[in-house]
Structures are given as structure tokens and as C-alpha cells.
């Protein structure tokens, strides 16, 4: 299998993203993940991105997280961000994702977790409790913040499927040009580091290799577990629960978030986002402070603001 490494020059000096980088070997692979705040702290928010980004995407939400005492672990899915980038566009499967995702949180021992999620960061994400909780022991996802996503259980939009025949005819997708324009208030270089992870096609399996993943029907690879995913969240979910929705996101807005937050069980309303699209952690420092808020983790400093 022949797997390809983002040079490390690539990632010098991004704009607001002084992290530094640590690595996991897993199956052959680095995987990249931030770790930031106390190691022992007594909850861990596991932030999860999706396509085409990487960890980058949480920059405005981990120093809230951090300041409140939280680890903050932020991993790269493989074929995205620091992580390894096998040049095989089959390599990239649902449950491959998924196993891989399960092993990270077994390596680091993560516990108490509060998962962040988005985009594929959530239509894997929301499925990794239901595992968790066929695991004996404690519970390891305890509060949920969402964000602009869904499970893949089988049934897409008409908008998702426009963005998937983009996406397939346009295999070295302009990541950077991506973003700003879904992100308006995007710099240049906030831009640039949103492509610092591809150099060229070659590094673009997994960018390729995503928006067909997505599970299109009911025998679909992911749709099964995604359907006992939908189950748990709307029946046994014991947790705490925050949504946050980008307004402005055309194919993960507000209908589909509606039809998710019925899913989840007892999920408050959700925080409208009215300026946020589908990248809505470029929002993300006053998200962070009201899920804090509404888990009751905040510092009194945020509590009071």
C-alpha cells in the first residue's frame, strides 16, 4: 500500500494554530492529534472534523475548552490534515474509519468524554457510543455538542447529492478556495491552511473517497450500524446534550438538523447560528462558551458572560 506524508513545512506558522502535533501508530499509520489542556483533566472533548478539513477547524473552540480545564484531543481522520494519506481511494471505508476512531479512543484511554462533532466527524462520531456501550464498564460519552451533521442511515438529500457529483467531477477539489467560500470571514491565510495537508492530488484520496462513503441506501456500508446509532440516541442516550446549527449551511441546515435533534433524547433547542454555514466551528468560540454554560463547565468568568 503506498501511503503518502504531508512534509512538515507545510504546516509552519498557521494563522492561530500555535498546537503542537503528536502521533499515534496505528495499522502501519501516523495518525496526527492535538492534545491540549490537563492530561488528567475530568472531562475530554473529543473533536471530530469532516470533509474536506482537518483539526484546524477547532482553533476558536479549544482555547474555551482549555480555559475551562478541559483535555481538548483532536484528531485527523487518515487521509486528512497531518495524519497519513494512503494514495488508494478504496483504502477509505465507513467502518474502517469507525475501528480506527474506537482504537484511538481505546489507545489514549480516553474516559468522560464529551464528543464535539461535525460533518463526518458526526456521521461516524454519533455512532461510537452505541459500540462504548456494548463495552462492559463505565459509560466513556457522557455530553454530546453537534454540529451541522447527521447519521448516515441510509436516505440522502437532493442537496447532498449535488455536492457528491461536485465533488466526482472535481477530483483535486480546490480544498482552500472550498472554504472561503463557504466561510466568508475566511483570511487568505486561514485558507491556506486548509490546503497546507494536500500539495497536490495524490494527498486528495480521502477528500475523493468521502462524499462516497456516505451511506445512499439501506444495504449501504455504515447504514446499518447508523440506523442502531439512531436508536440509541433516541432510546437509551443517558447523557448531556447541546446543538449548535449553522444557518447558512445549504445541505446540513437547519431541515436536517431539525430531523436530528428529534433523535436525540432530551436535546434542548438547539443555538441557531445565523451568520454560521456548514463550517459553523469558524463560529465556534461563543458555541463552545454556551455548551459549557448549558453542561455547567464553564469558568465563572464565562458563566457570568
Known amino acids: 500500500m503506498e501511503v503518502l506524508r504531508t512534509p512538515e513545512e507545510r504546516f509552519a506558522a498557521l494563522p492561530g494554530f500555535a498546537y503542537a502535533p503528536n502521533y499515534l501508530q496505528q495499522g502501519g499509520l501516523r495518525r496526527h492529534y492535538l492534545d491540549e489542556g490537563p492530561r488528567d483533566g475530568a472531562v475530554t472533548a473529543l473533536c471530530l472534523h469532516g470533509e474536506p478539513s482537518w483539526s484546524y477547524l477547532y482553533r476558536k473552540m479549544i482555547p474555551v475548552f482549555t480555559a475551562a480545564g478541559l483535555r481538548v484531543v483532536a484528531p485527523d481522520f487518515f487521509g486528512f490534515g497531518r ?162 446549527v449553522g444557518m447558512q449551511d445549504p445541505v446540513l441546515g437547519p431541515p436536517a438538523m431539525r430531523s436530528l435533534h428529534k433523535l436525540i433524547r432530551n436535546c434542548p433547542p438547539p443555538m441557531e447560528v445565523a451568520e454560521g454555514g456548514h463550517f459553523v466551528q469558524e463560529c465556534g468560540a461563543p458555541i463552545a462558551e454556551a455548551a459549557l454554560r448549558h453542561f455547567g463547565l464553564a469558568t465563572p468568568a464565562s458563566a457570568a458572560g
Open 83 to 244: 495524519s497519513d494519506k494512503p494514495v488508494d481511494d478504496g483504502w477509505y471505508t465507513f467502518e474502517r474509519h469507525r475501528s480506527d476512531l474506537l482504537g484511538f479512543i481505546d489507545a489514549l484511554e480516553l474516559k468522560n468524554i464529551l464528543l464535539v462533532c461535525q460533518d463526518w466527524g458526526g456521521l461516524i462520531g454519533l455512532t461510537l457510543p452505541l459500540a462504548c456501550e456494548q463495552a462492559a464498564g463505565p459509560q466513556r460519552f457522557t455530553r454530546l455538542l453537534v454540529m451541522n451533521t447527521g447519521l448516515g442511515t441510509g436516505t440522502v438529500t437532493e442537496g447532498f447529492k449535488q455536492w457528491r457529483a461536485y465533488c466526482n467531477a472535481n477530483p483535486d477539489l480546490a480544498v482552500g478556495k472550498l472554504m472561503k467560500r463557504g466561510c466568508p470571514g475566511l483570511t487568505d491565510g486561514e485558507a491556506a491552511a486548509y490546503d497546507a495537508p494536500f500539495p497536490d492530488q495524490r494527498h486528495k484520496a480521502g477528500v475523493r473517497a468521502f462524499p462516497n462513503l456516505v451511506p445512499d441506501h439501506e444495504a449501504a456500508p455504515g447504514a446499518a450500524v447508523s440506523r442502531e446509532a439512531a436508536a440509541f440516541w433516541s432510546e437509551r442516550w443517558q447523557g448531556h446534550s447541546f446543538m449548535a
